[in-house]
């Protein structure tokens, strides 16, 4: 495969629109038989379209390049994980995926007591002054956790899931934070990562996942902005594991913990 199907794939974006500008713009492109959602971002084309068609507010937007991950080699893909926008997994989560070990046992080492742990409901939820809610369930050789508002197994937990032989990839979304994605293995960080800004990466091996990267048309070595770092996040830890995560394995009710004393 040439140098050329890695080439990442670039998108112009533009800021600087006051509120009223981009309420406006909504309701431009409503009329105009766009595809516009309330919140989020618009598309650059509706951006441009607009701009287009009101001059009179070009000069505020400045205009800015971002990746957009993609797959270029067959396999998990960054829009296998659109869903997740929309998801119940909410602005604030943590998907580990834990090889050699079983649900309870993924549970204790995240924190729950035994007691703690039970069928979850959609019920249940993560609360500011406790509990932490936690699910699992498995899949094939792994069993994946979901943390609700909550990153026990992106930092105080890490080492204690892949200790003894394990191996667990977790990816951190977080609405006011920085996103995350980590690789342990044997109780050792080997990567983490901004997906974010990929170029910003840690861990005893920090270019052990750069090929994972590369497939996804994304350098590892340039300063890039990813646009779509989670769903992209996600489709590294897919293509890590063999493990795709669908809308269906968020289903309730399903084994997890509610761990009193939550500290998110």
């Not at 005893?204 to 590369?214: I, K, Q, T, V």
Request: aromatic share 8%; charged share 25%.
């Amino acid at each position: 495969m040439s140098d050329a199907d890695f080439t990442p794939l670039r998108v112009t974006y533009r800021e600087g629109l006051s509120r009223d500008t981009s309420l406006r713009m909504r309701a431009w492109a409503k009329a105009k038989g766009y595809s516009v959602s309330e919140r989020g971002r618009v598309a650059p084309e509706i951006i441009d379209a607009f701009l287009a068609a009101h001059p009179e507010v070009y000069e505020q937007a400045r205009k800015f390049e971002m990746v957009h991950a993609t797959a270029r080699t067959p396999g998990a893909s960054p829009e296998d994980y659109e869903w997740q926008g929309d998801s119940r997994l909410g602005d604030i989560y943590t998907i580990a995926f834990v090889r050699g070990l079983d649900e309870h046992e993924v549970l204790r080492r995240l924190g729950a007591a035994d007691e703690d742990i039970r069928l979850i409901t959609d019920e249940d939820h993560s609360l500011p002054e406790g509990p932490e809610v936690i699910t699992v369930r498995r899949i094939g050789d792994w069993t994946i956790s979901i943390e609700d508002c909550g990153w026990r197994a992106q930092w105080q937990a890490l080492s204690d899931l892949s200790r003894d032989g394990g191996e667990v990839v977790t990816v951190q979304r977080h609405d006011y934070a920085q996103h995350h994605v980590a690789y342990a293995v044997d109780g050792r960080l080997i990567t983490g990562i901004n997906p974010r800004f990929p170029i910003d990466r840690q861990g005893a091996d920090p270019d052990r996942l750069n090929r994972h990267l590369h497939e996804l048309g994304i350098d590892p070595a340039a300063g890039d902005s990813v646009d779509n770092s989670i769903p992209a996040a996600l489709t590294l830890a897919t293509r890590i594991t063999g493990v795709m995560i669908t809308p269906q394995h968020l289903h309730r009710p399903i084994l997890g913990a509610a761990i009193p004393g939550a500290y998110f």
